[in-house]
Structures are given as C-alpha cells and as structure tokens.
C-alpha cells in the first residue's frame, strides 16, 4: 500500500476489499529537533484513526526507527479504501530522508 519516502501524510492508492477483516503492519522513522519527546505517526483507514506507533526520542536532530507493529482491523466493510499515515505530533518531524512502509493482508473470514 504504501512503500515510500517522507515527507508524511501519505495517503495510499484506493484498494478493494470484499469486507471483514485486514491485517496491517507498519513502519517509519523520524526525528524531534528538541530531545526528550515522543515521537511518531498515526495510521488511518479511510480518514479514521486506527492506530499509532512510535519511539522516545532522547537525542534531538537523530532520525530514529518507529516500533514496527502489526494490527487487526475488523468490521471493515466491502469496497475501496485508503490508508493514510500522519504525524504524531508536532514533536514528530517526519521529512525525505525518512522511509515508511504500510502493508495490507486481507483475512478470508
């Protein structure tokens, strides 16, 4: 879905299901310019917060691997979709020399 350079928000190309339940994982890196704050970045399906994931940035300007996750979305219904991924927060600084990767596995159940 999406396997791309920052800067972020990133929105994903329109994909088909045939409804039920998706399996995401997901990955990206970033950096805060001050040290001591969270770091990270939503992940949104269609439009709506599904999840987050993200590291504590104790260096400021060190572009940092975000927790790379897994989660189960259900009660998805059939048709296109999208997957977006966003900043955190405004400590999150997200630009070109950041990598992230968003996959999507639909389950048969």
Do not use: C, R
């Amino acid at each position: 879905m999406i396997n791309s350079l920052g800067p972020i928000p990133i929105t994903s190309a329109s994909f088909n299901t045939s409804g039920g339940t998706l399996l995401l994982f997901y990955s990206g890196s970033g950096y805060s310019n001050a040290a001591g704050k969270l770091i990270g970045m939503n992940v949104k399906l269609d439009g709506n917060p599904i999840d987050q994931t993200g590291v504590y940035a104790n260096q400021s300007l060190v572009h940092l691997a975000f927790v790379a996750k897994q989660w189960v979305v259900t009660g998805i219904a059939a048709g296109p979709h999208t997957i977006a991924i966003e900043p955190l927060n405004a400590s999150s600084f997200l630009d070109g020399n950041d990598i992230y990767e968003v996959m999507v596995t639909e389950m048969p159940y």
